[in-house]
């Protein structure tokens, strides 16, 4: 799997825009900047829905409209999140596919995908019966929490994965190079 | 409305005018010259 | 006459004064001796427990600059929201309780920001004292702070139906444009 992955990585690694945004000095970074900056739209409404559901904030505003107004903007953030981390990934991918935050960062956002999913199903399902109560019913608001500290940690994984701490081209201990995906006599890094 | 509440929405009114005017020019000023100076980076850098 | 004229004015007298101190301070000498003077300051900001400890823990840094990073991100959320209802998006919000509602969480954030932000800047403090974008971040960042607390809440603060529309939507661009900056200049401070 891990030599899959690699290889993969490698491919991608010796196409020929995935050297140029690598070279390029501005171009990475307002890709990078972007995905940073657009936590605004996307983290940023998102924690203020989660906010709403725990009775913390917005609390004697209809949770079901706030959600439903705010969703496209969202959205929208999102969109733009997933398509420069994605052009990030691509600008570095064999240190990337090897880092052992992105791998906990990836995890995390399948968390997060099932998280927003359940959630969504149960709010569509309840709603009406507690639309201007100051908090959303229990499992709302456990999926709010989750959804609050899971999406604190990936941002955390997110700002180590610049960290070479556990990079493959360093010795480590067998663990992280489990982890991470360290391939033995690897060239590239 | 009270005269004095009258001049003090108009003093807020004025002020926001003002302040807004200031933070819109700020912002035109400070990106001209940004995008400018990476402009100019670029073209030394590529002619 | 002109006293009186004066008096009733005195926000916006202050406001115009201020931005017309600022311009010629930006073009006196002031400022290159100013910047001299505060070098001590920072200096002093790398020696406190904070630039200690931020410069030792690169992982400490990291985990205060990713709080740095969710607290922007509320911040910039409770601003799409509120400056967006105040430009006519998400109808059907009740303007008046979005607008209050987020003035609260952004502050709270504006709080974590700060609170982060100082760490941040105590570890890298002299670095960051020559980087021309670390001084606009501060710029932008006194002109959002003062413009949001007594120039824009008082606004607010009042019967909405009674501001005028097109003075809620210049308030609302400007407050975007004002965080906007102050977040994109502290994002190239990483990078320079």
Redesign the interface.
């Given at each position: 799997m891990n030599q899959l992955i690699y290889n993969a990585a490698v491919w991608l690694d010796n196409t020929e825009w995935s050297t140029r945004i690598h070279e390029s000095y501005?171009l990475y970074?307002w890709i990078e900047?972007t995905h940073?900056?657009t936590?605004?739209?996307?983290?940023?409404?998102?924690?203020?829905i989660d906010?709403r559901m725990l009775g913390w904030?917005?609390?004697?505003?209809?949770a079901n409209?706030?959600a439903t107004?705010?969703n496209t903007?969202m959205l929208l953030g999102f969109v733009v999140m997933f398509a420069t981390g994605i052009l990030l990934v691509y600008a570095v991918p064999v240190r990337s596919a090897q880092s052992v935050w992105f791998r906990l960062k990836i995890g995390l956002l399948i968390i997060c995908a099932i998280n927003a999913l359940l959630f969504h199903r149960k709010m569509t399902a309840s709603i009406g019966s507690w639309d201007f109560e100051p908090r959303a019913p229990k499992a709302l608001r456990v999926g709010a929490l989750i959804s609050l500290i899971t999406?604190?940690v990936i941002?955390?994984c997110?700002?180590?994965i610049?960290?070479d701490?556990y990079d493959c081209n360093y010795p480590q201990s067998d663990f992280i190079r489990g982890i991470a995906g360290c391939i033995d006599g690897q060239t590239q890094f | 409305m009270s005269n004095k509440d009258d001049f003090k929405a108009r003093d807020d009114r004025g002020a926001g005018i003002v302040f807004a005017g200031g933070i819109v020019v700020f912002f035109i000023v400070y990106w001209y010259f940004e995008v400018q100076s990476v402009r100019e980076l670029l073209e030394m850098a590529y002619g | 006459m002109i006293f009186s004229l004066m008096l009733n004015y005195r926000k916006t007298l202050c406001s115009s004064l201020f931005f017309l101190l600022l311009v010629s301070f930006f073009f006196s000498e002031l400022i290159s001796s100013s910047h001299i003077a505060v070098l001590p300051v920072f200096e002093w900001m790398e020696t406190t427990w904070f630039g200690v400890a931020g410069k030792t823990w690169g992982a400490l840094f990291a985990v205060v600059q990713a709080g740095h990073l969710v607290g922007l991100g509320v911040l910039g959320g409770s601003v799409i929201a509120s400056d967006g209802r105040l430009l006519g998006l998400f109808k059907g919000l009740p303007m008046r309780l979005v607008v209050d509602r987020c003035h609260s969480v952004f502050a709270w954030s504006l709080a974590l920001l700060v609170a982060t932000g100082i760490f941040m800047a105590c570890g890298v403090a002299i670095k960051i004292y020559y980087m021309p974008v670390y001084w606009y971040k501060m710029l932008a960042l006194t002109l959002g702070v003062l413009f949001v607390f007594f120039i824009r809440k008082p606004i607010l603060d009042r019967d909405l139906d009674q501001v005028n529309p097109w003075l809620l939507r210049l308030l609302a661009i400007s407050s975007i444009m004002i965080w906007f900056t102050v977040a994109a200049t502290g994002r190239w401070i990483g990078f320079s």
């Open positions: 501005y970074n900047s940073v900056l936590l605004m739209l996307s983290l940023g409404i998102l924690f203020l906010l904030a917005f609390a004697d505003i209809s409209k706030l107004r705010l903007p999406w604190s941002v955390i997110g700002r180590f610049a960290y701490w | - | -």
